[in-house]
């Protein structure tokens, strides 16, 4: 079974292949032609990101799925989805406003609270993006590396969005893909250039946090933007294993990922520390809790919960852990997590 991070790990593009709901579209039907099926077991089919919108909860996932609940988790119903590729992330920076992106270059917009989805993005025309950018700003070393990406097709995935509001965010995937844009999506610009990213490093996770914008990804890259340059720059950490993902407030930012590992910085990303969730397993995803807590989960199914910012963690007592690759809070007291057996309720934290 393979989790939305350890997944990507395996260089981005590789479908989770796992016992679903619904079957593949067919061979000869691409799966950006190919809408999603509906399916009643869909709920319980590999879900790779979780997002609240308002009172709402949306969940994505394997060939296109998009589940919605309005009861804290307790039921779901399926959305409407115009492709069939893996879905690995997903964002609402308003209650209306959402987006999610996946494996083939995919990205998808709503506009009412994840009921329907357009495209707006796919890796067919993201490389024709990168190349009309480098052309026109007369840039030969990334016009190649653009038109690199142009010849792949649409087998490189993007693996997390983030916007701010309505209009403004970012998009970022594997091989150093990051992308940004200023209008809702109407139109998208490379952010190649503008990545201390030499090596093109995958690029597994973007979140703003306590007002600064990080970018994390392999190897121990950690980008923070500067915002007078307009440049994301490489941070200089203590660990360089890689990272899947970020959390944190307005006190303390972390990023987390492999067996157990997380590095901690409550300046603002000035400087950074080691730490430990004290479990020896990747860590897949986190978020905080109705009481504002840190939340972390893993590979293996352990819910993680921080009172004091990041700087230690208790695990929870489970009835029965399943592994996670995605976790929001539910009510005050419940988180929902969703990994390669769907979606499940966790309560009394």
């Known amino acids: 079974m393979l989790l939305r991070a350890l997944a990507t790990v ?5 479908l989770a292949v796992l016992a679903g709901a619904t079957p ?12 999603a099926l509906q399916s009643p077991l869909a709920p319980r089919a590999l879900v790779n990101a979780l997002a609240v919108a308002g009172n709402r909860l949306v969940a994505a996932g394997q060939r296109g799925h998009v589940l919605l609940s309005d009861d804290g988790g307790a039921r779901w119903q399926q959305a409407e989805v115009p492709v069939s590729a893996d879905l ?3 964002n609402f920076p308003t209650p209306e ?8 270059g995919v990205v998808l917009a709503s506009s009412d609270a994840g009921r329907q989805w357009t495209r707006q993005l796919d890796g067919r025309s993201l490389g024709e993006v ?6 026109q700003h007369g840039d030969a070393k990334w016009l ?3 038109e690199r990406f142009a ?3 649409a087998e490189n995935p993007l693996l997390d969005v983030w916007f701010d509001d309505a209009d403004h965010g970012v998009v970022v995937g594997a091989f150093g893909l990051a992308l940004r844009t200023r209008d809702g999506g109407k139109t998208w610009e490379p952010l190649l250039h503008a990545t201390d990213n030499p090596k093109a490093l995958h690029l597994y996770a973007v979140r703003r946090v306590g007002g600064e914008l990080y970018i994390a990804g392999e190897q121990g890259l950690l980008l923070r933007l500067d915002r007078t340059s307009e440049r994301f720059v490489a941070q ?12 944190g407030n307005e006190r303390v930012v972390l990023a987390y990922g492999l067996r157990g590992n997380l590095v901690r910085s409550t300046d603002g990303g000035r400087s950074w520390q080691a730490g430990s969730a004290g479990v020896p397993v990747g860590l897949t995803a986190a978020t905080l809790d109705g009481r504002g807590r840190i939340v972390l989960v893993s590979q293996a199914g352990h819910v993680l919960v921080s009172a004091d910012d990041g700087a230690s963690f208790t695990p929870q007592k489970l009835q029965r852990a399943q592994p996670a690759a995605a976790v929001a809070r539910g009510n005050s007291a419940t988180l929902v997590i969703g990994g390669p057996r769907g979606l499940h309720t966790v309560a009394g934290l």
């Open 236 to 247: 200089s950490l203590p660990y360089q294993g890689t990272l899947f993902g970020l959390v």
């Open 24 to 35: 593949p579209a067919t061979a000869s039907r691409d799966v950006l032609d190919a809408p």
């Open 144 to 146: 190649a590396e653009a």
């Open 10 to 14: 395996l260089a981005g593009g590789l």
């Open 97 to 104: 406003r959402g987006w999610a992106v996946g494996h083939d």
């Open 151 to 153: 010849a792949q097709g």
């Open 130 to 135: 990168l190349v009309a950018f480098y052309k």
């Open 88 to 90: 690995v992330a997903v």
